[in-house]
């Protein structure tokens, strides 16, 4: 028999090897196969693959065939599922299918260590340690093992897992003597084993809460459901109730969340609900646990994945319901490497496993509100506080006057007006919390000579650095460049040097020396490095530690601070000046999800913008907190303009050390799609938003298709226009299928 292949390196295609008589194997199984010709300059290697067909015959002669080395498992890794999958993400998103292996499997599966399931011993009493236990034949000194045999005669016949009974103060030791004296005895089983079936606390739901859930749990299975639920509306209680359906009849459960480190609560919560049936995948796992969490899904015995967008490369053998929480948020798209999208890939998944996916957001994007318009998405609305909380009042503060208000002020230079320093004064004396959002991190964004106006300009960017005074350096948030503070100007070494704007650590120290007697808290990502300080940090906010919180984006995603009143933004107008066309309905949904963390809880609670686009439509809107109707007034605009969702679009970026024949490449790269495609339409080439980067020059070639599918069409093109132009890759060009941002 032959082995169909496929290696995790840069070649697109599989490779066939000869199955030794002697041996049965499956698609999905592991080999270690050679590589190479085994000639004097080219010493074959032996690498980690995954058998992706078994067939009668190979194209190639029997005598080239190499035989395979060693099946690694007695078990397959993945399933023919997933591998239609996986090809599918590499077509879709014109992507090396060994490059989107190694992106998808975990290190310790891709290497050739022998791989088990993750299994615990559950332990219970043999017949013989039950009448041990009754009629107390241990002698009275034996006392651990009488213990022992208490304790588990009291689990009432239930298997007891072996971490459980360590709990309770039993040794290793403790456990394999009554094993050895036959008194008990155990079972290999997964760790995410659990024998009841979930019993959700009596919760009450509200009336919307509860048709919505009857809506999509009577709804035929190929359905993608889209939640609209303002902040608070309780929609994780909606997830919670429908993962408890699927999980009690047997089905796996997908939950996609943008960021894992931000949401200690909402873990919470799931491991409260359904104890040790989740696991969640994040950064701070090791390569031996991924892999085991992997093949748990895999083999069908864990219950319920929570994870960032990668987790949709996970296996699973019945994945019953995917769940898409915060669907708008960009996290998960990924910018580096492959550009894939994790959303639209969790929906082809449901599609073809044909089962059920619920998007969920406070502020959806024009993505999925086109394919509600479009029929193919239902919408479900949640449009009350699932508390007593009312919606914030919202209101804007016009700063057309800024700068002669900053210098008659008293509190000169604090990008923050007087009168909103007054609200955060008297929520401050209420003992209720305020929070201020700025989302730029640093001291200050420019460092600036008075003398001969030299700039803090990154050498290597077209981009300043931004000064970080307490760690003294100036740092580019682009290329990661970092120098020291300079103390005297580089240019002409006048000591007249100046910080230019506010990043959070200069408001951060503006607004503690305004409050003096309150705790200021910053929370961004230059104070909170690591998961445990950020945890610390939500910590003292939750437990009023801490007073006022000034902090950047990382403040607005998914948190709950229930007595937080009065929330600041301090600038919102620089997204309205940028070139992307998605940036309006970027700053509506910050704005939204800002926000949305204001009074969560009964008290009246309020939201200050400042601006000086006060007439800017994007702002009533938000006050009358009518984001649907916005969000569809883009949607209208958008297709008069040909732009996605409307039009699928991609952008081929590249970058070269000189910008002359980067142009020259993207726009004969442009000349052969116009030659061949009747269905594209190109714009550009143009230099990138961000023309040079890292010494390199940045330029893209945006194309337009009236459809995705179109594109889809036409991708080949593309891809063969590249290589043909560019075969020594000296421009990296990258082809952005979707791209979001541009
Ligand atoms: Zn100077
Ligand atoms: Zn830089």
């Known amino acids: 028999m032959i082995a169909e292949v496929l290696l995790p390196i840069p070649v697109n295609q599989s490779f ?15 080999v270690l196969v050679a590589l190479g010709t085994g000639k004097a300059n080219n010493t074959p290697r032996q690498i980690t693959g995954i058998i992706v067909a078994i067939k009668e015959t190979s194209p190639y002669p029997d005598a080239s065939l190499k035989p395979i080395l060693a099946l690694l498992d007695s078990f397959a890794i993945v399933d023919r599922a997933w591998l239609d999958f996986i090809q599918f993400t590499a077509r879709y998103y014109a992507a090396p299918l060994a490059k989107l292996l190694i992106n998808a499997l975990p290190k310790h599966i891709r290497s050739d260590s022998p791989l088990t399931l993750p299994k615990l011993r559950y332990y219970q009493l043999t017949e013989s340690g039950i009448s041990a236990h009754k009629t107390e034949i241990l002698p009275t000194r034996a006392t651990k093992q009488r213990a022992l045999l208490r304790f ?16 309770q103060g039993f040794t290793a030791h403790d456990i394999t003597t009554a094993v050895d004296k036959g008194y008990a005895t155990y079972t290999l089983t997964s760790p995410y084993h659990s024998e009841e079936n979930v019993c959700s606390p009596d919760y009450q739901l509200t009336g919307e809460q509860q048709a919505l859930l009857d809506a999509i749990t009577t709804a035929p299975d190929n359905k993608t459901h889209l939640i609209y639920g303002v902040t608070g509306s309780g929609k994780t209680e909606i997830y919670l109730q429908l993962i408890e359906k699927a999980i009690n009849t047997g089905q796996q459960v997908l939950l996609l969340i943008p960021e894992i480190s931000l949401t200690p609560q909402m873990l919470a919560r799931f491991h409260e609900r359904f104890g040790n049936r989740v696991a969640a995948l994040h950064s701070g796992l090791g390569d031996k646990v991924r892999a085991d969490i992997w093949l748990a899904a895999m083999n069908g015995d864990l219950p319920i994945l929570i994870g960032t967008r990668s987790a949709i490369f996970t296996p699973f053998q019945r994945l019953g319901l995917i769940i898409v929480d915060e669907e708008h948020d960009l996290s998960y798209k990924q910018q580096e490497g492959i550009p894939y999208h994790a959303r639209d890939l969790a929906r082809y998944r449901a599609h073809q496993h044909n089962i059920p996916i619920v998007l969920g957001s406070a502020t959806p994007s024009l993505e999925s509100l086109y394919q509600v318009k479009k029929g193919h998405y239902q919408l479900h609305q949640l449009v009350t506080r699932a508390t007593q909380a009312t919606q914030p009042t919202i209101h804007l503060i016009d700063r057309r006057g800024d700068k002669q208000a900053s210098h008659a002020g008293s509190s000169a230079n604090l990008p923050i007006a007087e009168i909103l320093l007054q609200k955060i004064r008297q929520t401050l004396q209420r003992q209720e919390q305020a929070l201020v959002f700025l989302n730029r991190r640093g001291f200050s964004p420019v460092m600036m000579c008075r003398h001969c106006d030299w700039k803090s300009e990154c050498p290597t960017c077209d981009a300043y650095q931004t000064a970080h005074t307490r760690a003294r350096q100036l740092h580019c948030h682009l290329c990661g460049y970092i120098c020291p503070l300079p103390t005297q100007c580089p240019q002409c070494g006048q000591r007249d040097l100046i910080f230019v704007g506010h990043g959070t650590e200069k408001l951060e120290t503006q607004l503690q020396a305004q409050f003096p007697h309150h705790h200021v808290l910053r929370l961004d990502r230059d104070k909170q490095t690591t998961t445990n300080q950020l945890h610390a940090a939500l910590e003292q906010i939750h437990n009023g530690d801490a007073h006022l919180i000034v902090g950047t984006q990382l403040i607005v995603k998914g948190h709950h601070f229930p007595n937080v009143t009065t929330v600041c933004v301090v600038d919102s107008d620089q997204a309205l000046f940028s070139s992307d066309f998605r940036a309006e309905e970027r700053l509506l949904q910050q704005l939204t999800q800002v926000a949305g963390r204001a009074g969560r809880e009964s008290q009246q609670s309020h939201v200050y913008i400042q601006t000086t686009l006060p007439t800017h439509p994007v702002f009533a809107a938000l006050q009358q907190q009518d984001y649907l109707t916005y969000a569809n007034n883009l949607l209208a605009e ?6 996605p969702p409307h039009h699928a679009i991609t952008i081929v ?3 070269a050390l000189d910008a002359a024949p980067l142009m020259q490449f993207l726009r004969d790269v442009k000349a052969l799609i116009d030659d061949n495609s009747q269905a594209l339409t190109t714009l550009g080439p143009a230099p990138s938003p961000i023309e040079r980067l890292k010494n390199r020059f940045q330029a893209q070639l945006f194309i337009s298709a009236p459809s995705r599918m179109a594109l889809q069409r036409e991708l080949p093109l593309i891809e063969k226009a590249i290589t043909h132009l560019d075969k ?10 979707d791209a979001m941002e541009n």
Do not use: C, M, W
């Open 16 to 30: 066939d090897y000869r199955l030794p008589e002697s041996q049965t194997a499956v698609v999905g199984q592991r």
């Open 152 to 167: 588990l005669h009291d689990q009432d016949k239930i298997p007891i897992n072996e971490a459980l009974v360590r709990e």
């Open 638 to 643: 958008r297709e008069k303009y040909e732009l």
């Open 653 to 655: 970026k590249a970058s």
């Open 728 to 737: 020594s890759r000296r421009f990296r060009a990258v082809i952005d299928v």
